[in-house]
């Protein structure tokens, strides 16, 4: 699923409204602004384009930058292929590098991406980064579950019936905690 960054209908439907408004007479453009939640500027500008070509000048311009090189359906194409996994197109190892996919994207669609802009086509296409779970070789599943289910419990217990305390040689509580003088500044005379 491809997400638009911007509206661009809805963009049209407010510049429109704008036309709209200036045909009644409205020119307190301040006014127009807060009406349809946009800036001066913008309304200042619509009004200028406005009033030197009517309401055609505020129809939109189509999409802002470069059209994408992947349409839905390739996009579509290439999540499918990422989907059946990585063994399915011959690596040996079910974990998708930037390469890989780049490689993928090349095969599917035949358009050639730089391997660090996939990581933007990803995105588009919900996929995150997915990190393996390390493990240790020497991992004892036995000794894990009794580390989870006896030990862990007993240290939580006896961490809990522990008397709060300090370490704070500040904390007023301490035996060895300097002494503090009267309030206000150090070494200052006393005002009558």
Request: with cysteine.
């Amino acid at each position: 699923m491809v997400i638009q960054r911007r509206d661009f209908e809805a963009l049209e439907q407010r510049r429109k409204q704008a036309a709209r408004l200036f045909a009644k007479g409205e020119t307190v453009l301040a006014s127009v602004a807060r009406q349809l939640r946009t800036s001066r500027q913008s309304v200042c500008r619509w009004y200028h384009e406005w009033k030197k070509d009517g309401a055609k000048a505020l129809k939109s311009a189509g999409r802002a930058g470069r059209k994408p090189r992947l349409s839905p359906g390739q996009l579509r194409k290439v999540e499918e292929a990422l989907l059946e996994g990585a063994g399915a197109h011959g690596y040996g190892a079910e974990l998708w590098t930037l390469p890989r996919v780049t490689e993928v994207i090349r095969r599917v669609t035949g358009v050639q991406f730089h391997s660090g802009h996939v990581w933007r086509i990803l995105g588009s296409i919900d996929w995150t980064v997915q990190k393996p779970i390390q493990q240790a070789r020497e991992r004892s599943e036995e000794k894990v579950e009794y580390w989870n289910n006896v030990r862990w419990p007993e240290l939580k217990k006896t961490l809990s019936n522990r008397k709060p305390g300090s370490t704070s040689r500040t904390s007023p509580a301490s035996p060895r905690s300097p002494r503090s003088g009267p309030p206000g500044r150090r070494g200052a005379k006393p005002r009558f």
